[in-house]
């Protein structure tokens, strides 16, 4: 009986050294979340990859998560590239996510609720994107929607759209620059096209029944 006592003390004596190192790396980790170095997000998902702990940003990208300053957290959020960091070199500064420029990136920002519309439409306006597609091999603006805008059809200067919308209605899809509606974009040098995209369906209702066939949206540098 005595010696099954030493040997019960003995793996607690050997055990507790370990569970003290454990306890002295786990550390309260908080910081702000943002994307273009100035916007913050909000709802990003933030896991700790070995204890498993998890947590969002606020409103105003502020977050706190419990982790072991060794293990690895991963920050995500729709329409963002993800990041994983070690805890230990997190430092003080905020976390900057970037935005993924594709075809889906915009609505999935959106409707994960982490930036809102006029925010995120004013960065993609002002600041370099990701994978920044380069124009300046197209001889005219026409040329680059044919090329890069798939979901559109382009006839000498009239865009229409490729889903069917009506047998009597004009089938032209709205001609949005820089956030204004317009008639004529002929005037648009290639080089100047910092993006370009076709939006429909929800995307395309803020236009009202003039985005009825959806809106071409392009934002000159």
Known sequence: MIKIKIFLATIIITLFPVYCIHAQ?????????????RFPLNNVSIKAIRTGNT????????????????????????????????????SGEPLNLIYSNTKTSFREAISGGHINRED?????????LKG????TKYSDIYQLIKSEVYNVNVNGTIITTKQFTSFLGSQEVLLVVNGSVVTDIS???????????YVNDAESSKYGSRGANGALEIVLK
């Not at 790396?25 to 170095?37: K, R």
């Not at 502020?62 to 920050?75: G, P």
């Not at 920044?132 to 124009?135: L, Q």
């Open 25 to 37: 790396d786990d550390i309260v980790l908080e910081g702000q979340v943002l994307t273009f170095n």
């Open 55 to 90: 947590t969002l940003t606020d409103s105003l990208g502020f977050y706190q998560i419990t982790c072991n300053r060794k293990e690895k957290i991963e920050f995500r959020a729709y329409g963002f590239v993800a990041r994983r960091i070690k805890a230990g070199k997190i």
């Open 120 to 128: 995120l439409e004013m960065a993609i306006r002002t600041y370099p």
């Open 132 to 135: 920044e597609k380069d124009f």
């Open 187 to 197: 005037f648009i040098n290639p080089n100047d096209v910092k993006s370009i995209r």
